[in-house]
């Protein structure tokens, strides 16, 4: 039977000696590896000098320092964000350079940006006033940020599904202010492009934006360099910059912008000066010089980051090398995938109060179950916003319940819905004119817009409109049209001598249904009641030779029936540079219209049988614009129209000449007198070269042919053609264009003059 072998009490000691100081030895080692110290970034708000963290994270990164927590304000919070979502600087670096600083913070939408129901009224206003409560309303903000809010969303696509901060890539946090009590609030979850916008809406400059029932402004108003926040997220060791300006002495609130940081800096000055005592290395870039509006110049605030860091080059790399004795896990931050296209499952929409669902579906047209581009998606979008019933518009994806398709979120923030606005405009034709505008939308019916506008001039008009938008694909508008109109219209020889002057007043009400297929092209049906009253004074030679004047009148009452298809992609209202411009519309007058009609004349006997028979007018209006190179663009027109009868009344005519107007009856004309050719049938075709030697200066050169007559089209073939040719100098203002022309052409033997200020309405 075998012993066991007992171990002797001092060889026992020993082994427990050698025990414990094996124990002694990996014990500390492996406490070590499990609690690297936590590295923290600290980036604070300061506008455009916020572009020098990027510069900073450059040498961080090439040093080797692991991130693991990321805090800012208002623009560290940009560049914070983004980092923390897997950007590296050289990915930060290209991203801030190739973005258009200056049309990011401009919320003006160009005309190719705006729907079709829009863009008949962009280039008529320069004033417009919001209207609440029956008065005039301040803006809560210059900008609304549209376009930095879609930008923000871009950016960040890749973790739109991402509700903690604390779970992106780089746990992450950001500060804002609750306008209203004063406080910080601490954005830590939600939808993060959002978070971003609060945390950078300089109050007055940029709007408030909403989370969660708090109305949020810039972070920076209560704190601007957020330590503790990191602190608080987990980091042991604290790396922050502070762009943050100091306080400016008098002479030096030279700008807007510098006296909006004057602002935001009393409240928060000695919390950052706490704030900066915390950090274990702190880094303050050379701001000198820059100012928070300065995003044109940001290669230079990057270099200046890079600078800056580079002088805490011993710190920081020290920093590194302490951290090599801990084993870590760290594999460092990459971008998550983004998908290209979507299946939308399902569509919520949120923020609606008075605007109808089915408004904002209509515009989107987007079909739940289809797979959508996220381009396309961003046009939906964009088409929403369009609208102009929205001050921001902005979407989100994220999985839905049952993870087989993607729930679209559209959240919207609704305009003060009612406008007062008014545009100025004088030339040497029409004189002085006064545009003054009310739209109110959402009256009666969610979805609806009512416009009034009045023209005061010589030349009178007011036009009433009320629409109604369907909500069915594609965007159909529907509704009524009411206008009054005086006109004077003169009567010129073939000597370019005025012999006679007509006064045209017309009165109409038109049932109009609109479908808007897109940002370019429309489909217009109308049905019209049309009330003309002319009073047309002449001179005429008697039987004896002798000239008398005499006097016609036209009074008329018609049905007119219209089809029409506008296509407008031209890239301004004025001054375009890019795009085409082209309408075709058929009108039908019933013989029935008929019944309606008194005709009275001193002259033409046979007008009393106008309008016994039906007849149709047609018309084709087509502009092109070909830029030629950045600073020269080329136009081709060419317009046409005619009538199915030699017997239309006059208000049905054609009206040629002058530069003043143009409409589907008055066709702009080099070289004539305003108006001064009648024509049942037409042709015109041209050429203009637009030149732009200085933004928003522009020299024109520009020439028409054209053939008209009273009779019938055919015979256009064998008339001989009038031409005409003008040189014009513009400039573009914020009240319009100003324009000074000089024409001549083959109708007139003397140089014709033409002023014009402000829109053309």
């Given at each position: 039977?075998?012993?066991?072998?007992?171990?002797?009490?001092?060889?026992?000691?020993?082994?427990?000696?050698?025990?414990?100081?094996?124990?002694?030895?990996?014990?500390?080692?492996?406490?070590?590896?499990?609690?690297?110290?936590?590295?923290?970034?600290?980036?604070?708000?300061?506008?455009?000098?916020?572009?020098?963290?990027?510069?900073?994270?450059?040498?961080?990164?090439?040093?080797?320092?692991?991130?693991?927590?990321?805090?800012?304000t208002?623009?560290?919070?940009?560049?914070?964000?983004?980092?923390?979502?897997?950007?590296?600087?050289?990915?930060?670096?290209?991203?801030?350079?190739n973005?258009?600083?200056?049309?990011?913070?401009?919320?003006?939408?160009?005309?190719?940006?705006?729907?079709?129901?829009?863009?008949?009224?962009?280039?008529?206003?320069?004033?417009?006033?919001?209207?609440?409560?029956?008065?005039?309303?301040?803006?809560?903000?210059?900008?609304?940020?549209?376009?930095?809010?879609?930008?923000?969303?871009?950016?960040?696509?890749?973790?739109?599904?991402?509700?903690?901060?604390t779970?992106?890539?780089r746990?992450?946090?950001?500060?804002?202010?609750?306008?209203?009590?004063?406080?910080?609030?601490?954005?830590?979850?939600?939808?993060?492009?959002?978070?971003?916008?609060?945390?950078?809406?300089?109050?007055s400059?940029?709007?408030?934006?909403?989370?969660?029932?708090?109305?949020?402004?810039?972070?920076?108003?209560?704190?601007?360099?957020?330590?503790?926040?990191?602190?608080?997220?987990?980091?042991?060791?604290?790396?922050?910059?502070?762009?943050?300006?100091?306080?400016?002495?008098?002479?030096?609130?030279?700008?807007?912008?510098?006296?909006?940081?004057?602002?935001?800096?009393?409240?928060?000055?000695?919390?950052?000066?706490?704030?900066?005592?915390?950090?274990?290395?702190?880094?303050?870039?050379?701001?000198q010089?820059?100012?928070s509006?300065?995003?044109?110049?940001?290669?230079?605030?990057?270099?200046?980051?890079?600078?800056a860091?580079?002088?805490?080059?011993?710190?920081?790399?020290?920093?590194?090398?302490?951290?090599?004795?801990?084993?870590?896990?760290?594999?460092?931050?990459?971008?998550?995938?983004?998908?290209?296209?979507?299946?939308?499952?399902?569509?919520?929409?949120?923020?609606?109060?008075?605007?109808?669902?089915?408004?904002?579906?209509?515009?989107?047209?987007?079909?739940?179950?289809?797979t959508?581009?996220?381009?396309?998606?961003?046009r939906?979008?964009?088409?929403?916003?369009?609208?102009?019933?929205?001050?921001?518009?902005?979407?989100?994806l994220?999985?839905?319940?049952?993870?087989i398709?993607?729930?679209?979120?559209?959240?919207?923030?609704?305009?003060?819905?009612?406008?007062?606005?008014?545009?100025?405009?004088?030339?040497?034709?029409?004189?002085?004119a006064?545009?003054?505008?009310?739209?109110?939308?959402?009256?009666?019916?969610?979805?609806?817009?009512?416009?009034?506008?009045?023209r005061?001039?010589?030349?009178?008009?007011?036009?009433?409109?009320?629409?109604?938008?369907?909500?069915?694909?594609?965007?159909?508008?529907?509704?009524?049209?009411?206008?009054?109109?005086?006109?004077?219209?003169?009567?010129?020889?073939?000597?370019?001598?005025?012999?006679?002057?007509?006064?045209?007043?017309?009165?109409?009400?038109?049932?109009?249904?609109?479908?808007?297929?897109?940002?370019?092209?429309?489909?217009?049906?109308?049905?019209?009641?049309?009330?003309?009253?002319?009073?047309?004074?002449?001179?005429?030679?008697?039987?004896?030779g002798?000239?008398?004047?005499?006097?016609?009148?036209?009074?008329?009452g018609?049905?007119?029936?219209?089809?029409?298809?506008?296509?407008?992609?031209?890239?301004?209202p004025?001054?375009?540079?890019e795009?085409?411009?082209?309408?075709?519309?058929?009108?039908?007058?019933?013989?029935?219209?008929?019944?309606?009609?008194?005709?009275?004349?001193?002259?033409?006997?046979?007008?009393?049988?106008l309008?016994?028979?039906?007849?149709?007018?047609?018309?084709?209006?087509?502009?092109?614009?070909?830029?030629?190179?950045?600073?020269?663009?080329?136009?081709?027109?060419?317009?046409?129209?005619?009538?199915?009868?030699?017997?239309?009344?006059?208000?049905?005519?054609?009206?040629?000449?002058?530069?003043?107007?143009e409409?589907?009856?008055?066709?702009?004309?080099?070289?004539?007198?305003?108006?001064?050719?009648?024509?049942?049938?037409?042709?015109?075709?041209?050429?203009?070269?637009?030149?732009?030697?200085f933004?928003?200066?522009?020299?024109?050169?520009?020439?028409?042919?054209?053939?008209?007559?009273?009779?019938?089209?055919?015979?256009?073939?064998?008339?001989?053609?009038?031409?005409?040719?003008?040189?014009?100098?513009?400039?573009?203002?914020?009240?319009?264009?100003?324009?000074?022309?000089?024409?001549?052409?083959?109708?007139?033997?003397?140089?014709?003059?033409?002023?014009?200020?402000?829109?053309n309405?």
């Amino acid at each position: 039977m075998l012993q066991k072998k007992i171990m002797k009490p001092a060889k026992l000691f020993k082994y427990y000696i050698h025990l414990f100081l094996i124990l002694l030895i990996v014990t500390p080692f492996k406490t070590n590896a499990e609690e690297r110290p936590k590295i923290g970034l600290v980036l604070s708000g300061g506008g455009a000098k916020g572009l020098a963290h990027i510069g900073v994270i450059k040498v961080i990164e090439e040093i080797g320092i692991p991130i693991d927590y990321v805090t800012g304000t208002s623009m560290g919070s940009i560049i914070g964000g983004l980092y923390a979502t897997g950007y590296d600087a050289i990915l930060l670096d290209s991203t801030v350079k190739n973005i258009d600083w200056a049309n990011i913070f401009n919320d003006d939408l160009s005309l190719n940006d705006l729907s079709m129901d829009e863009k008949e009224d962009e280039g008529r206003y320069f004033v417009s006033i919001p209207i609440k409560n029956y008065g005039l309303a301040i803006p809560q903000g210059i900008i609304n940020g549209q376009k930095l809010s879609k930008l923000l969303i871009d950016l960040t696509a890749s973790v739109s599904d991402i509700s903690d901060f604390t779970k992106l890539p780089r746990p992450f946090t950001c500060i804002a202010t609750d306008i209203v009590s004063g406080k910080p609030v601490l954005l830590d979850k939600g939808y993060l492009p959002e978070a971003l916008r609060a945390s950078m809406s300089i109050p007055s400059i940029m709007t408030p934006v909403k989370i969660d029932d708090k109305l949020l402004v810039d972070g920076g108003i209560t704190i601007n360099f957020p330590v503790q926040e990191a602190l608080n997220l987990g980091a042991d060791i604290i790396i922050g910059v502070d762009v943050g300006a100091p306080l400016y002495k008098e002479e030096e609130l030279t700008s807007l912008f510098r006296i909006m940081e004057q602002a935001t800096s009393f409240t928060n000055d000695n919390t950052t000066k706490e704030a900066r005592k915390m950090c274990d290395i702190l880094i303050t870039p050379d701001i000198q010089g820059i100012s928070s509006a300065s995003f044109d110049i940001p290669e230079e605030i990057i270099k200046r980051g890079e600078l800056a860091a580079m002088k805490q080059y011993a710190q920081l790399l020290e920093l590194a090398n302490s951290l090599k004795k801990y084993k870590s896990d760290y594999k460092g931050v990459t971008i998550p995938a983004t998908p290209d296209s979507f299946l939308i499952s399902s569509i919520k929409i949120t923020g609606l109060s008075k605007v109808s669902e089915k408004l904002v579906i209509g515009k989107l047209n987007i079909v739940i179950g289809s797979t959508l581009a996220r381009e396309n998606l961003e046009r939906s979008v964009d088409e929403v916003f369009s609208s102009r019933y929205f001050n921001r518009v902005i979407y989100r994806l994220v999985p839905d319940s049952a993870n087989i398709g993607t729930l679209l979120i559209i959240k919207v923030e609704e305009k003060i819905p009612d406008k007062f606005r008014f545009g100025l405009h004088y030339d040497n034709e029409l004189k002085t004119a006064l545009l003054l505008n009310t739209t109110f939308r959402n009256v009666w019916i969610n979805g609806s817009k009512f416009k009034i506008d009045a023209r005061l001039s010589t030349n009178p008009e007011i036009i009433g409109s009320y629409f109604y938008y369907t909500g069915k694909q594609p965007g159909i508008r529907t509704g009524i049209i009411l206008n009054y109109s005086e006109t004077e219209v003169g009567d010129y020889n073939s000597e370019s001598n005025k012999i006679g002057n007509a006064n045209i007043k017309t009165a109409g009400a038109e049932a109009q249904t609109q479908a808007l297929f897109n940002k370019s092209m429309s489909l217009n049906l109308g049905a019209k009641l049309d009330f003309t009253f002319i009073n047309y004074l002449t001179t005429r030679l008697n039987d004896s030779g002798v000239a008398e004047k005499y006097e016609i009148q036209e009074n008329s009452g018609l049905i007119n029936l219209s089809a029409g298809i506008l296509y407008n992609s031209l890239n301004r209202p004025v001054y375009a540079t890019e795009g085409i411009y082209a309408n075709i519309k058929a009108e039908y007058i019933p013989a029935s219209s008929s019944d309606l009609t008194a005709i009275l004349s001193d002259i033409e006997k046979d007008v009393t049988s106008l309008l016994k028979n039906n007849f149709g007018r047609y018309t084709f209006r087509y502009k092109q614009y070909f830029p030629l190179s950045k600073k020269i663009s080329l136009q081709g027109n060419l317009r046409m129209g005619a009538t199915t009868t030699d017997k239309a009344p006059l208000s049905y005519l054609f009206f040629i000449g002058g530069l003043s107007r143009e409409s589907a009856s008055y066709v702009p004309f080099e070289g004539l007198h305003f108006l001064s050719i009648k024509a049942r049938n037409f042709f015109t075709g041209g050429l203009l070269l637009q030149y732009e030697p200085f933004d928003d200066k522009f020299i024109i050169v520009s020439g028409k042919v054209g053939r008209s007559t009273e009779d019938k089209f055919s015979n256009l073939i064998d008339l001989d053609s009038f031409y005409g040719y003008a040189i014009s100098f513009g400039i573009n203002t914020f009240i319009g264009p100003i324009a000074f022309a000089f024409s001549g052409g083959s109708n007139i033997n003397s140089v014709l003059t033409y002023l014009t200020i402000g829109y053309n309405f």
